[in-house]
């Protein structure tokens, strides 16, 4: 019986995930006649939208269930996916029920899609947000505020509400709640990742992409609830390995299940990171602007899609694998990913100064067989266990 | 008479159109493409006279056309001896003293032998070129020796690949023409008094060659004079237009390449579109395919027509197609529902390419060797449905010839706008 | 964006190519004995290049960008990008990073065979091109040494903000000048960087002269082959400096010169005798077969009257000079308004507007699989630009340093057929 709830939260996540014409956007916007905005990956502030009454709809990408008639003709065969599956929902509808998108700093390619898509869509709003680099409060941090009120004014101007103190911090709490879950959903996972297996978590997380917040957080915490009683399920002799480098185009479903059946417990990701961009919560006290502001510049996760300043690039990697006492790293990248390819070597020389055990391979998000994933994923679990042991 | 003659050397075959001078089509040839580009023009045209000289022929005899089939299937046999002939002294050439050598005398004489039944009303001649004819009968022949006679099948084998391209690279193995079809004459039965007559009054008329045109997918050398070199996507939008003379929008779909083409009612190139340097989509692809389910290139498309549930492929890469669809097959689907799939991912590939170009404008003609698939002309005519409305799709028999059809005309139109006709 | 290629620069004779070259001589000859000078080098990048303010500072530009060129042009980077692929680098990403990484590993030896010092200073000039930042995160492993970044916000509504200027300016007193300052030991010299920014608007109106000479009809250079020549001293080391203004004064006479009587471009084959085609690029060159691609050209009677490459340096040509009254506004408006940092509609205008002005006959994009900046895109502007011109566009594909995406054959096969048909389209019928 609590089994059942697990899958039934699943299969009402996965439906979400799966549903390219976000009819539970439509259905959102039919009730409340409010706006909603597209982002693409990696980060949005979602507290600002939320505070001018704005639905938050992260798109990331089609998946391999959409077949690209369109949007291959606007690409190179040596571009990413992503932009041809969001070119492909731009162009069939799908994302008719947005009144925008924003596109965040993430690489080339999506910055030059924000202004594709002001030609093809021009009664859109369509934005690319410049996430700073700089991460002085006098300087990035005075940049990145003008960025959000440019955003409010311009949102506001086309019929959403301006943001207030109080709203702001309203919408602050709501994601400070849902940031805390996904927190105790990873930690969970960490400790017990035979309770969660990463496809199940990704879909939940997904969903979180159409959801009001609130209600997003309420599936959440019933899907944590539902995995904790569930006691059939048994820990196996598997490999935890952290994965990375997912953060933009998303693997297909079926990659997620094929490592873990390949032997792999994935014990940390890259995965929706919007949802854990900021790491801690957002003060809610004080200027709200500010603390979101200064939330980006003080508290946000190491990404390649963000300048390091650190001395060692891999060194937050290295940092995971040994908080989640993970013993390999599998660098799973989307083909023609820039800044996850880029940064890869570096990352790769930081685990291997440690002897921390890795292999790589890239996928694209529509990527329709996975064998020689999985003999490679398997291989490299056998060969971690075996290590282990010796 | 006068003729223009255009030229298409392709990445596997190379052809040949010649036209009057009211740019009449009077004949066409066909070779495969070889190392030595000038061999494989000069075929190309010789074939395309022959089958001129054929069609005056034709128009000579008053009566008895059924006597035409007899006369150029007993034509085709003296060319083919006259090449066994090359062959022969070739073989015996590279074979030296070595033990194969005693095998090779009587390989040939077989062949030779059997010839009259190959080409006889019941031949079963898969191919028409000599490469692919000989060498099926050679190589068959050989095993009987190894198996009965203990020849070494590999040694024979081996000089067969090297000969062959010997020969091919040979000009006039072939032999006359005039002296094949003079012996072919005499070989067909019954009373020929009136074919002869034909055949005399046809040879008799002189074919004077007063332009040529040539043209080929990305050949950094063309045996051709510079000024005579036209790009052969201008010759692929004249071909096609000439074809079907409303044709607004061209997609060809070759071996090594797929064209997305836009002509106006002139029949001008006004944009193009080409595969970039991934060969995804191609032709090519399809030869992986069918190398991997052990089928014949021509038997694909009919498979694919049979499925009821075709799969979604994502990947046309070459490089990954074997590999997916292995584990396609082990999944349990079935063949003729990947096939389906695979041939709709191709055309999807090429649709992109004519968005890019500017889309899908009625007329449509489609053209090049996938246009003769069944399963890529179905998923083709369907996508195009589904996003551009109504169109009217042609395609020809001959399309492998609309490049050199093109050429021709172009031959005939006058070579390039001369230097410094700007404006 | 400078080539040192001497069998290509032997083509150029004109007495500024010959000043170019010694120019770039001495300046990579003082760069080899700079350890034993003690003078300092600053790695840093062309777009976004602050070349007033480094040699404010008597420091000395190395870019890595042109290395790698330059090893393309040197038939270096085949052996380079394998390198580095074999140790871990992809194949997808940007050859320039690959060829320097490459280069660096073989012992960094520069275009004129000499070792190039170890940088300073990495100045990270994040602008029009995100590959950048990842780039000097690579080098900062290789050598250890401080970097000093500067985020250059990008154009993304068209328009350049009261607030991106503010913070590239505020970036630039806050974080650049005291970076210098650390460098090299010698604090900022404003009046120093005023007359330097004088010079420098002085040597941007002869370039931006030069590059519009091509208006005229045939036009006496050409602006992408020949232009990535021209803006060789501006968009490197000599921003600013006098040999710049010397050099732009002399080549402007030289276009001057050759306008007056009536020459065509300079080509691999000598002059151009007979203009048929005129055309606009996008895009960058291929560097390991410049030569070739540009006889393709040249072979076809083709000249380029306009080029977005050469603005990636800088984009003078719609008025922006650096402006001495102010210096560090001038210098965030320069960075803010490199090519690469103009959002797509903008650079959509900017071609259509150069196939209208330099009357051209229709544009080609040279999209090479290196650059997303540049290319991710231009498929869209291919067909918004026949839109708004009615003039028809090309599409090559090659790339910027890896031979492996140069195919001859293909490229030919292409540029030729799009000039047949510019060509049977002007006659009329199939001529």
Redesign the interface.
């Known amino acids: 019986m609590i089994a059942s709830s697990v899958s039934t939260l699943v299969e009402r996540a996965e439906a979400l995930c799966r549903d390219l014409r976000l009819q539970s956007v439509r259905d959102w916007k039919a009730r409340t006649g409010g706006l909603a905005i597209g982002y693409l990956p990696v980060y949005v502030p979602r507290e600002l939208l939320v505070a001018q009454g704005i639905l938050p709809v992260g798109l990331m990408g089609a998946g391999?269930d959409l077949?690209?008639?369109?949007g291959?003709?606007y690409y190179?065969?040596y571009i990413c996916h992503l932009p041809r599956s969001t070119i492909e929902m731009g162009l069939d509808g799908s994302l008719d029920c947005l009144d925008g998108l924003l596109f965040p700093a993430i690489c080339d390619v999506i910055r030059n899609l924000s202004g594709m898509w002001q030609m093809l869509f021009p009664d859109k709003y369509a934005h690319y947000l410049d996430l700073p680099q700089n991460f002085d409060r006098e300087l990035g941090g005075r940049f990145y505020r003008d960025e959000l009120e440019t955003i409010a004014r311009d949102l506001a101007a086309r019929g959403a509400s301006a943001p207030t103190p109080e709203s702001l911090r309203e919408a602050i709490v709501l994601y400070n709640e849902n940031r805390a879950v996904v927190r105790s959903l990873y930690e969970l996972r960490a400790a017990e990742p035979w309770k969660i297996p990463t496809w199940e978590l990704y879909v939940v997380l997904r969903a979180g992409l159409v959801l009001p917040v609130t209600e997003h957080t309420t599936l959440l915490e019933a899907y944590r609830e539902a995995a904790l009683a569930d006691t059939t399920r048994l820990p196996m002799d598997q490999a935890r390995v952290v994965l990375t480098g997912s953060f933009c185009e998303q693997p297909p479903l079926g990659l997620l299940k094929t490592l873990e059946r390949a032997g792999c417990y994935i014990v940390d990701d890259d995965f929706i990171q919007v949802l854990r961009w900021i790491r801690s919560d957002v003060p809610v006290e004080g200027d709200p602007l500010e603390n979101l502001v200064n939330s980006l510049l003080d508290d946000a996760i190491a990404s390649p899609t963000r300048y390091s300043d650190q001395d060692e690039v891999g060194g937050e990697l290295v940092e995971r694998v040994q908080r989640r006492q993970a013993e390999g790293v599998l660098f799973c990248a989307p083909s023609f990913c820039d800044p996850a390819l880029l940064d890869q070597p570096m990352a790769v020389a930081a685990v291997e100064r440690r002897g921390i055990p890795w292999t790589s391979f890239k996928y694209?998000e529509?990527?329709?067989?996975?064998?020689?994933i999985r003999e490679q994923a398997g291989t490299f679990a056998d060969s971690i266990k075996l290590w282990s042991e010796a | 008479m006068e003729y223009c003659v255009g030229i298409d050397l392709g990445s596997t075959t190379t052809k040949a159109v010649i036209i009057d001078c009211q740019e009449r089509l009077i004949g066409r040839g066909i070779t495969n493409s070889r190392s030595n580009y000038d061999v494989a023009c000069q075929i190309a045209l010789d074939e395309a006279l022959i089958s001129a000289r054929f069609g005056l022929i034709e128009g000579n005899l008053k009566q008895g056309h059924e006597r035409l089939e007899p006369l150029e299937r007993g034509f085709r046999r003296q060319q083919y001896l006259h090449q066994l002939d090359t062959l022969s002294r070739i073989l015996v050439g590279l074979a030296g003293s070595g033990a194969a050598a005693g095998f090779l005398d009587r390989i040939v004489d077989d062949m030779r032998l059997e010839s009259t039944a190959l080409f006889g009303p019941e031949g079963n001649r898969k191919s028409d070129f000599f490469r692919d004819l000989a060498g099926s009968r050679y190589l068959s022949l050989a095993e009987r020796f190894a198996r009965e006679d203990g020849a070494c099948f590999e040694a024979l084998a081996g000089l067969y690949d090297k000969a062959i391209l010997e020969v091919e690279n040979t000009a006039g193995a072939a032999g006359s023409f005039e002296e094949c079809l003079r012996d072919a004459v005499a070989d067909v039965p019954g009373d020929v008094e009136d074919l002869r007559r034909a055949v005399e009054q046809a040879v008799a008329i002189e074919l004077v060659q007063v332009g040529s045109v040539g043209t080929g997918?990305?050949?950094?050398r063309l045996p051709f004079p510079e000024g005579q070199i036209?790009?052969?996507?201008?010759c692929h939008g004249?071909g096609a237009h000439a074809m079907f003379p409303a044709t607004r929008t061209v997609l060809d779909i070759g071996g090594q390449d797929t064209k997305a083409i836009q002509v106006d009612d002139?029949?001008?190139?006004?944009?193009?579109?080409?595969n970039?340097?991934?060969a995804?989509g191609c032709g090519r692809y399809l030869g992986y395919i069918a190398d991997e389910m052990n089928l014949g290139l021509h038997e694909l498309g009919p498979l694919a027509e049979q499925s009821q549930r075709p799969v979604?492929?994502?990947?046309t890469c070459t490089v990954?197609a074997g590999?997916?669809l292995?584990?396609?097959l082990s999944l349990g689907e079935k063949r003729e529902d990947i096939l389906a799939g695979l041939h709709r991912a191709i055309i999807?590939?090429a649709?992109?390419?004519l968005?890019?170009s500017g889309g899908v404008n009625d007329e449509f003609t489609f053209t090049g060797g996938v246009a003769k698939n069944p399963a890529a002309v179905g998923a083709l005519a369907q996508?195009v449905q589904d996003?551009y409305g109504e169109r009217t799709l042609n395609i020809s028999p001959d399309s492998i010839y609309t490049g050199a059809l093109g050429a021709a005309?172009?031959a005939h139109?006058?070579s390039?706008?001369p230097?410094?006709?700007?404006? | 964006m400078k080539p040192l290629d001497t069998t290509v620069v032997d083509v150029l004779k004109d007495g500024s190519q010959i000043r170019q070259k010694q120019m770039i001589a001495d300046h990579y000859a003082r760069l080899a004995r700079a350890r034993e000078t003690g003078e300092k080098c600053v790695y840093t990048y062309v777009p976004g290049n602050l070349t007033e303010l480094i040699r404010g500072f008597d420091l000395l530009p190395v870019l890595p960008e042109i290395n790698a060129l330059q090893s393309g042009m040197r038939g270096k980077s085949r052996d380079y990008i394998a390198r580095a692929e074999k140790e871990g680098h992809s194949e997808d990403v940007c050859t320039y990073v690959k060829c320097d990484i490459g280069m660096k590993r073989s012992g960094n030896i520069g275009p004129t065979g000499e070792r190039l010092p170890d940088p300073d200073l990495l100045l990270l000039s994040y602008t029009g091109c995100f590959t950048f930042l990842k780039w000097f995160e690579l080098l900062r492993e290789e050598y250890d040494c401080p970097v000093a970044m500067l985020h250059v916000p990008y154009q993304g509504d068209g328009k350049i903000t009261d607030s991106m200027r503010r913070y590239v300016v505020d970036q630039l007193r806050d974080k650049i000048i005291p970076a210098l300052e650390e460098a090299s030991g010698k604090a900022f010299d404003l009046d120093r960087l005023r007359e330097s920014l004088a010079r420098s608007a002085q040597a941007e109106d002869d370039l931006v002269w030069v590059l519009q000479s091509a208006k005229n009809v045939p036009s006496p250079i050409d602006a992408y082959f020949g232009g990535v020549y021209y803006i060789g001293p501006i968009f490197t080391a000599f921003r600013g400096m006098p040999e710049a203004v010397d050099y732009y004064r002399e080549l402007r006479a030289e276009i001057e010169q050759r306008l007056e009587r009536g020459q065509g471009p300079v080509t691999p084959d000598g002059e151009l005798e007979?203009?048929?085609f005129r055309v606009v690029v996008e895009g960058p060159p291929n560097w390991t077969s410049f030569r070739q691609f540009w006889k393709m050209f040249a072979d076809e009677?083709a000249v380029v009257v306009a080029s977005t490459y050469t603005k990636v340096g800088g984009v003078y040509d719609n008025g922006f000079r650096h402006d001495p009254d102010r210096p560090l506004e001038s210098l965030a408006e320069y960075c803010l308004g490199c090519y690469t940092n103009l959002s797509l509609p903008t650079r959509v205008e900017m071609i259509s507007r150069y196939v209208q002005d330099y009357r051209a006959d229709g544009f080609l994009i040279n999209s090479v699989k290196s650059c997303n900046s540049f290319s991710a895109g231009q498929?869209m502007i291919?067909?918004e630009v026949?839109k708004r011109t009615g003039r028809?566009?090309g599409?090559i594909?090659s790339d910027l340093v890896d031979p492996r995406?140069f195919?001859?054959?293909?490229i030919?096969?292409?540029l030729?057929?799009y000039f047949?048909?510019i060509?049977?389209?002007?006659?009329?019928?199939?001529?």
């Open positions: 391999a077949e690209i008639i369109r291959d003709a190179q065969s694209s529509n990527s329709g067989q996975f064998q020689v | 997918y990305g050949r950094q036209r790009s052969e996507i201008l004249l002139q029949g001008i190139v006004t944009s193009f579109q080409m970039d340097r991934c995804a979604r492929i994502n990947s990954f590999a997916e292995r584990e396609r999807l590939r649709m992109s390419l968005a890019r996508l996003n005309l172009f139109r006058g390039r706008a230097v410094g006709s700007v404006e | 007979s203009e048929r009677g498929l291919l067909r026949e028809p566009g599409f594909e995406y195919s001859a054959s293909n030919k096969n292409r030729e057929s047949q048909m060509e049977q389209k002007r006659a009329g019928g199939g001529q």
